[in-house]
């Protein structure tokens, strides 16, 4: 009889057909919505014996309804949508796939910025109306930003923040980080980084960007008097997730001109309604979540089944999470 697991998501179509793809012989894998009911959802893990999730949400009531659940092996790196008390009280085992998309999730951050400082939308926008050069401020190249040379604030260290600072240093930046805990004195020489607290951080970088998870800590961490404490000229990048800085200041930073920008790949709601700011302020650059790509998707799901077949096989998970 085949092991049977169940997908559990809120992504978009292309990413369900590359996990119901990647099921290996000796699995039957089912789907169902992370919005679906509670109903829905006890009905479809009745049997499942591992669950593979991105982005999924599961009450309590679901995952007691679950007896033969052995593993939750999420399809990212984030799990923020799970509560972690409650799968310590039912014993339920949590792995990620912490690292796998590191590298092109720094790529992203680094296109954030560079698009940001360039002014890359309005620079395009300008030559599709059919202006070019010197037409319009957008499209001045003397009113852009350089990145050669600029301090880089990179708020958390983990692999996508390690993934960044090796690509940041390749344009002559200065690196600066704030981690807890502090990274020790081999990773600063390693990757070139200073060690700072975060007000340093944020009051010295000409670019923040945040690599942290989300969780009661991190929530909001970039708040009011964060963004107040950034030079006028700093930009700020979020490629971690949206609820990490109070969307309502920053919205009001950005209004008053108090920081330049912001390249966002994450929003506190997502996606943000029709009349959230964000969507259309000029210095503001917003992409739908999309840090990953399809080619990494594949690299995960390989993943997820090598963790899924290993727990058969009587093995720990990698990437376990200590809950």
């Keep these: 009889m085949k092991t049977r697991a ?9 990413i369900e057909d590359i996990a119901l793809a990647s099921t290996p012989d000796g699995f039957t894998m089912s789907k169902i919505r992370s919005q679906a009911s509670d109903d829905e959802k006890i009905e479809a893990l009745a049997d499942a014996e591992f669950l593979l999730g991105f982005g999924p949400i599961l009450s309590e009531a679901v995952l007691g309804a679950a007896p033969k659940l052995k593993l939750i092996q999420l399809a990212s790196a984030g799990y923020d949508t799970l509560d972690l008390d409650v799968l310590r009280k039912l014993g339920i085992p949590l792995a990620t796939s912490t690292g796998i998309n590191a590298a092109v999730v720094a790529e992203h951050t680094v296109l954030l910025i560079l698009a940001l400082l360039r002014k890359l939308p309005q ?8 202006g070019w050069v010197m037409d319009s401020p957008a499209s001045d190249p003397f009113t852009y930003h350089d990145l050669v040379d600029k301090k880089i604030g990179i708020v958390g260290f983990g692999n996508i923040a390690q993934q960044a600072a090796k690509r940041l240093r390749g344009f002559d930046c200065h690196l600066q980080v704030y981690n807890r805990p502090k990274i020790n004195d081999k990773q600063q020489r390693e990757f070139g980084v200073t060690q700072v607290e975060l007000q340093e951080l944020m009051e010295t970088s000409d670019v923040v960007t945040l690599h942290v998870p989300l969780t ?3 929530e909001n961490m970039i708040g009011r008097a964060q963004l107040a404490s950034m030079k006028s000229s700093a930009v700020l990048i979020n490629t971690a997730r949206g609820a990490v800085v109070d969307e309502s200041a920053l919205i009001e930073a950005l209004q008053e001109g108090e920081i330049l920008g912001a390249g966002l790949d994450a929003t506190t709601e997502e996606p943000p309604a029709s ?37 058969l096989d009587g093995r720990e ?6 809950n």
């Design 6 to 14: 169940v997908f559990m998501h809120m992504a978009p179509g292309s």
């Design 317 to 322: 998970p990698r990437n376990l999470v200590d």
């Design 123 to 130: 620079a395009t926008a300008r030559v599709a109306e059919g």
């Design 216 to 218: 009661s800590d991190t």
């Design 275 to 311: 009349d959230n700011p964000l969507r259309t302020m000029e210095n503001v650059i917003l992409t739908p979540h999309v840090g990953g790509s399809l080619e990494t998707m594949r690299r995960v799901f390989e993943h997820c089944w090598q963790n899924i077949q290993g727990v």
